[in-house]
Structure formats: C-alpha cells, structure tokens
C-alpha cells in the first residue's frame, strides 16, 4: 500500500512537470504567433516547390498533389512538436555548473527533462501543428486519414517521435559534459537532421539504398513515420514498432551516457 501511494506521489510530481513545460511555453504567447506565421509561409513556399516537382505526371515517388501537400503541412507542424533544433540549453548549465543544482533534485534529471518536454509538445501541439494543418487544407488538397483507427496511431506515432526527438537533444546535450562547447555537435545535427528526418523531401523521394540505409536508423522515426501514419502509407506495426525499438534504445543510451557524465562531472567556476 506504501509502495502505491509513493509511485502515485512521484507520477504526480512528474505530471505536475509535464503542466509546467506546458505553461512555460503557453505563456510566451507572441514568439508562438510568429512561429506559427513563419511556419506558415515556409509550408506556402515549400508546397508550391514540391508541387512543381510532380510535373506534368503529377506524382512522384507515389505522392500526388494532396500526399504532397498534406507532407508539407504536418512536416511544418511537427517541426515544432518534435523540436527538431533547440537552443542547448542542458549543455549550456552544464558549461556554467548549473547542471549541478539540477542533479542535486529530488528528481531524475532524465525523466524530469522528458516530463517538460512533453508538455511543451502539448501546447506545440494546440498552437503550431493543428493551425498550420487546417490552413493547409483549406488551401490545398488534402488527404485525411481514412479509417478512424489511424487516428489513435498516429497520436502514438506522435508521442514517440516527440520522446525519440528528445531523447537525441539529451545525449547531444550530455556531450557538453566532455566537449564544454557542443555547439559543433549541434551544428552537424542541424545541418543534417532536416534531410535525414524527412523534412525538407519525403524519404520516399530516395534511392532505394539510401532509403534501406535510413530504414533501420532513428531519424525517420522523428518526422517522416508520424506522417506516413497519418498518410495511412506503409505497415502501420512496423512503423510504430521501428519507433518503440529507438526510443527504447535512445532512453537505456541517455541513462547510460548521464551515469558516465555524473561520475566526471566538474563544475566550472567553482
């Protein structure tokens, strides 16, 4: 009975972090509205470049107009969702030893980051990924899901992938801990994260080998899956499955690679 009540009080803890990352972000109100325009007009040039790309057959890759622009207007929404780039802050307090207040919590640093970022993906959810999709629709042509059990997928789809984005940020942020300056790791992400993911083209848009190469690593896991969810295109189990696996592996390497940064630690500056 004990043992209950503590995990009710700790789930509740990490609930109440999920509710903060979600307020936090809530409360920056205008740096959402200009996201979500500049959003916007990127998804209304990037639609109209990808649907030149058809040509007069008017596919490619087996994308029509309406999987082409409903590509465009999810990846433009999930780009926020997911945070594909952030601004480093774990590295960052690891650099200035702030990271050392947050080890000294009552909390698991990596489940505690998780918990926020997940609320934070929440109100990303409300106010970047659901304007953009609907304005895209009005616009374009559009493909919904069909079946109304694709729904339920792709809100897992979803979730994995804003867990499996967030667990990458966390080991790029853990290198601090041996580099003190990341920002070349992070550079090389996001200078690659965008093609490797599937947002600036559909992975299908590869050669088959490319395509075979990048099928049994994480990336597509993070932008392309949640769409072709959605999109109802592939095996549904294996995509999700593919997802599931890394993140798994991603949160055993984080909890890893913290134990490792936690027995070198060294605060700078006293």
């Known amino acids: ?12 803890a990490y609930f109440r972090l999920v509710r903060a990352g979600f307020d936090r972000h809530a409360s920056y109100r205008l740096a959402s509205l ?8 990127f998804g209304l040039l990037r639609v109209a470049v990808l649907l030149a790309v058809l040509g007069p057959t008017g596919t490619m890759a087996g994308y029509d107009a309406a999987a082409t622009a409903t590509y465009v207007w999810l990846g433009q929404g999930l780009l926020a969702v997911v945070l594909l780039w952030d601004d480093g802050e774990l590295a960052q307090r690891v650099r200035t030893g702030d990271i050392a207040l947050d080890l000294a919590r009552p909390w698991d640093l990596q489940a505690a980051l998780l918990a926020t970022d997940l609320g934070r993906a929440g109100h990303a959810v409300l106010v970047r990924l659901i304007p953009p999709v609907l304005f895209g629709a009005l616009l374009f042509p559009f493909r919904w899901p069909h079946a109304p059990a694709t729904w339920l997928a792709f809100t897992g789809s979803l979730l994995l992938a804003v867990v499996l984005c967030g667990q990458i940020r966390f080991l790029l942020g853990l290198t601090a801990f041996w580099l003190l300056d990341n ?3 992070r550079s090389l992400w996001a200078s690659t994260s965008g093609v490797l993911c599937g947002l600036v083209v ?30 109802e295109r592939g095996d549904l189990a ?5 997802q599931l696996i ?6 055993l390497a984080g909890r890893l690679v913290l134990s490792r940064a936690t027995h070198r630690l060294v605060v700078q500056g006293g």
Do not use: K
């Not at 990336?219 to 949640?226: A, D, N």
């Open 1 to 12: 009975m004990r043992g209950a009540v503590a995990l009710l009080d700790v789930l509740a």
């Open 34 to 41: 200009a996201g979500l325009f500049t959003n916007t007009v």
């Open 183 to 185: 920002r070349g790791v």
């Open 202 to 231: 559909p992975l299908g848009y590869f050669p088959d080998w490319a395509r075979a190469t990048l099928g049994v690593l994480p990336f597509p896991g993070i932008m392309q899956t949640p769409i072709d969810v959605f999109s």
């Open 238 to 242: 294996a995509l999700l499955a593919h």
């Open 246 to 251: 890394w993140v798994l592996v991603l949160l």
